[in-house]
């Protein structure tokens, strides 16, 4: 049996999620990836949209099929991903769960051709959509980033709180099998401190966080 609909607390607000990884061309066949499967950030979007949120999720390339009542905008790269968050705005809050490269490649117009010299790859920064969305006049009201990180998990977590301007940071341990995998064990800092949830499959993940917001929107309203 389907388990009843949850209350729509979120009903009226729009919320705008960023998930999976970005592919940075390297020339027009070849690209820099990363291990995001998008599971987490597809499965919050879900979890906002059953609590009647309007949801824009802005995806990069994934193989995963659009939730239920969510508008998906597909984006290849880190900067139509900047671009494409910047035209969904405003929003009540945002979750920022892509793992957006951190650099782009200075690409080459054509293929580039097995030759004597080696390629060398030049590489520029990325915009940091996070930390732009935390300084622009239109900052959502609750700001949410994640920080996937192989080592000192909170460490590194307190510190992107702070240095993004990010309202909560919701902290992974990639280390082990989390990419691609279908749980998470994830650690939630705010201003408050933090909260160690215990291991759970994504979906139950994003729905604690989903039912998280709209806590904090309740209350800020
Ligand atoms: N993020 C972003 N734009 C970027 C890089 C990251 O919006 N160009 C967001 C991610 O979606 C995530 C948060 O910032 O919500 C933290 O990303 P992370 O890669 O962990 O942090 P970085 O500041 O890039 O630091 P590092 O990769 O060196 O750990
Ligand atoms: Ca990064």
């Not at 082990?176 to 650690?187: L, Q, R, W």
Request: proline share 7%.
């Amino acid at each position: 049996m389907l388990a009843p609909a949850p209350p729509k607390r979120l009903a009226g607000r729009h919320v705008l999620v960023t998930a999976g990884p970005t592919h940075e061309p390297i020339d027009p066949v070849r690209y820099i990836a990363n291990r995001s499967s998008g599971k987490q950030g597809f499965a919050i979007a879900a979890a906002l949209a059953r609590l009647g949120a309007r949801v824009t999720l802005v995806a990069g390339p994934v193989m995963l099929a659009t939730p239920p009542a969510v508008d998906r905008i597909d984006v290849e790269t880190a900067r139509e991903m900047a671009d494409a968050v910047d035209r969904a705005l405003p929003a009540d809050a945002a979750v920022m769960v892509a793992a957006v490269a951190d650099w782009h490649v200075e690409s080459a117009p054509q293929k580039i051709k097995k030759g004597n010299a080696t390629p060398t790859l030049r590489l520029a920064e990325n915009p940091d959509i996070l930390a732009t969305l935390a300084r622009s006049p239109h900052r959502p009201r609750l700001l949410i980033g994640f920080a996937a990180e192989t080592e000192c998990v909170l460490e590194h977590a307190f510190a992107k709180r702070i240095r993004k301007a990010a309202d909560w940071i919701v902290a992974n341990d990639v280390s082990g099998d989390v990419m691609g995998g279908a749980d998470n064990s994830v650690h939630l800092v705010t201003e408050a401190g933090v909260e160690s949830w215990e291991r759970l499959p994504k979906d139950a993940v994003a729905a604690r966080l989903a039912d998280r917001i709209a806590d904090a929107l309740e209350t800020a309203s």
